[in-house]
């Protein structure tokens, strides 16, 4: 190793931290705030005049003469507290002095007496606490007479309970202050290793963009340069623990000079071994020990992880995500590490994993549950694991810093630069889809949860005059204009703004075209609900979610229409054929059309309605990429659910009118598909849709990209666990 070189770096890295302006920015509003800390209540006296430091008035209204005489007995001799009786308060807002409070005392058969204190501002505890246990010695001494209990018995009845823990497989004695300990030490671990990553990412994404590393590691080998890094950071580390300590002696001094009490400048008045017995200097030695090892440790992987970013930006993102792996670390310390509970041995052999050995250990030194097996072997696995993680990590460190490329030789016959790039723009385009719809699904989850929570406070006490019922479906409204529409109006800002001429569809087509669709949805629904369903076991009801019927009020129904039949119609067609095929459309019609479709099942949450909702959603798609006329199929989407709305609303002896409408609808509408059927132009037209057919084989290299985007995957997984809890409750 080039030590001379070697030492060159560290010391120049050093220095560069130290000197660096936010460095010394961030001392000095450390420096302040410790200082500001330690005697913020020394400071603050010293803006007070003198003699508001001296006396605090008590005026004390008690015309029944119940606490005055121990009021007498407690405060006269107290040069700090002024008595004074009154019968009546005749301070206001006004004219009330700041160290002034009033106790008005008034009797009471069963408390004995109860107490307003009435003052400017809040008291000082150290000045409302002794009127407090006046107040409490007098009114315990007024029950000991009343019931003749001796002050013995009450002072028994006001202990607190003594229960003796014994746990014979652990040992849980001082387990609050060992509880205390360990949450203290875990975060202290957390805390210096946020700190080092961040330090360290930032400070290699900045060489490398800067390029200064390429000229380093001409003088010296990866190795060397990656120990450099590690050990100056480090350093640094430890040097702004020595001077946060030389802070707190700078707030020390300043508080004894300010209090002129003593000359003593230890950074505590209390003696050190009081508090410290072996297990916890053994303790803080291991943890001490388990930290830097750690530290090293992380910092090879964190130095590794940023050499391979382009900018400050994805450094962070690399700090983020090995922090969550920390913190997920830190959170299974303080909730599987208790005194209360005996570690089986699954935890002794986790804890021998390296960085999660820095945390379980100590913990377990704490509670005294850990073994020397186990200190032993997890030190030796993590002192054993540095050098080898840093032997195969400086090569893939240095190439990349300089953006060194490793080809993969294969047999397959290797793509052209020009395939390259169009897989490279496929997968990315198929990324962002991904990304755009997997958002907009979060958005929608997360804005129905957030107004779920919103509506439930705040409905009931505007609509008070109305039925639960009422008040639901008024939620339901409001969660299926914000969420969706929002939802749109994300997926909508990636579509381009082209304006695309809508097809001349006159009157009578579009008449022929709704007819057509009924059809199709009133004979899908009778064999679905009286054929299949009943055979597969899907035959559930949801119609009775809403307590709605005939007798009904007007308002009721005006609501339940508006939320059944109203707003799906629009903003489930906003969302699913206006959103989602125009942004989509541009990677195939057939895609666009299927992707839609099944999102739009999806979404329904239940295997009953998911079929229903799959093949009608192809239907709309189609009738939305023909028309281009989002209007169309969001009335034949009220249709439908009004249809089944006006069902429930309307007496039994109207059911007649409804059968009779189907029947309509649905004669007519075959009527007219015969006709269209038997007419090639009109057979053309409608093939239009979909031209821009995908092979399978296109359908498989293509679009299985859309799941390499994590935003897609994971708002996938939400709406899968959403659907079999649904589907669970269903049932």
Known sequence: MNNDKVKEIIKFSFIKNIQNKWFIIFNILTLISIVLMVNWSSISNLFKPKDELKVFDIVLIDNSNLVYDSFVEKFSDDKNYKLTKSTENTYTAENIPDDLVILEVTPDEEKMFTTSVISKEGIETTKYNPIKDTLLDVRNKLFAEKYNVTDEELDIFQSDLEINRIMLSVNAENSTTKEFIKLFSSAFTYIITVFIFSKMANEIASEKQSKSTEYILTTVSSKEYLFAKIFSNIAILLVQGLFLIVYYYIAAIIFNLINIASTDLSLSTVTFSSILS???????????????????????????????????????????????VILLAYVATVYIITPYTKMNLWVYIVSCIPVLSAYFVPAMMVIGQATIWQIIISLAILIASIPI?????????????????????????EKTLEEQQKI?????????????????????????????LLCGIVLPTLFSNLSETDITLIMQIIL????????????????????????????KNKICIILIALLLIFGLQYLLNYLLYPAIGLDYSTTDVFDISSNSSLLSKIIFILAISVTPAIFEELFFRKAVISFTKQYGTTFALIFSALLFGMLHMNLSQFLFAFIIGIVFGMIYLYTNDIKITMFIHFINNGLAAIELILPESYGIIIVLILLVCLVLGLALALIMLSKKRYGEKFKNICLKKVSLSSFNSKYKYIFTDYTFDISMILVVLMSILTENMLR
């Open 278 to 324: 072996k297990d916890i200097v053994y303790y803080i030695l291991a943890l001490i020990i388990y930290n830097v090892l750690n530290l090293i440790l992380l910092c090879i992987i964190q130095a590794t992880v940023s050499s391979k970013v382009n900018s400050t930006t994805e450094a962070g993102n690399t700090v983020s995500l090995l922090i969550f």
């Open 389 to 413: 993680l840093f032997h195969y990590s400086a090569k893939t460190f240095k190439n990349g810093i300089l953006d060194y490329t490793k080809v993969k030789i294969k047999n397959k016959k």
């Open 424 to 452: 490279y723009l496929t997968k990315r385009k198929m990324q962002n889809v991904g990304f755009v719809i997997g958002i907009a699904i979060i958005i929608y989850f997360g804005l129905q949860t957030v107004l779920t």
């Open 480 to 507: 299926q204009v914000i969420s969706l529409g929002v939802s749109a109006f994300w997926i909508l800002s990636y579509v381009e703004n082209k304006k695309e001429k809508r097809k001349k569809v006159n009157l």
